[in-house]
């Protein structure tokens, strides 16, 4: 059923599986919702980030690098995946900064 406002209801975080990261992030969305992860790889400014459905199932994986190289993004600080955020680029917030991150190479999975 759709709200007033012909919305659909965010999806609530699902039951998390237990063999995602711990570091794996729940972002609802409109109806559907993914789990998003973010490792950082051998060269700067540049991220490993993997969207998982809600059960858990790889949908994107690839490697990302920030679109202002003048930012800089540190995971060892709290940091929260937030909208638009999908398999071409994601939009991160950390200590009221919004990064994106645009996708420049798939990964093999």
């Not at 969207?51 to 202002?68: A, D, T, V, W």
């Not at 995971?75 to 990064?99: E, P, T």
Request: with cysteine.
């Amino acid at each position: 059923m759709r709200n007033p406002n012909n919305l659909s209801p965010t999806l609530p975080e699902p039951q998390r599986p237990e063999f995602l990261p711990k570091h794996a992030q729940w972002l609802a969305g409109e109806g559907a919702g993914s789990w998003f992860t973010i490792d950082y790889t051998s060269k700067n400014h540049r991220f490993e980030i993997t969207r998982y459905s809600p059960k858990g199932k790889i949908e994107c994986q690839g490697l990302f690098e920030i679109e202002n190289s003048n930012k800089s993004l540190n995971l060892n600080k709290d940091y929260k995946f937030i909208h638009l955020s999908h398999c071409a680029f994601v939009h991160i917030k950390q200590r009221g900064n919004i990064l994106k991150l645009n996708r420049i190479q798939n990964s093999k999975f």
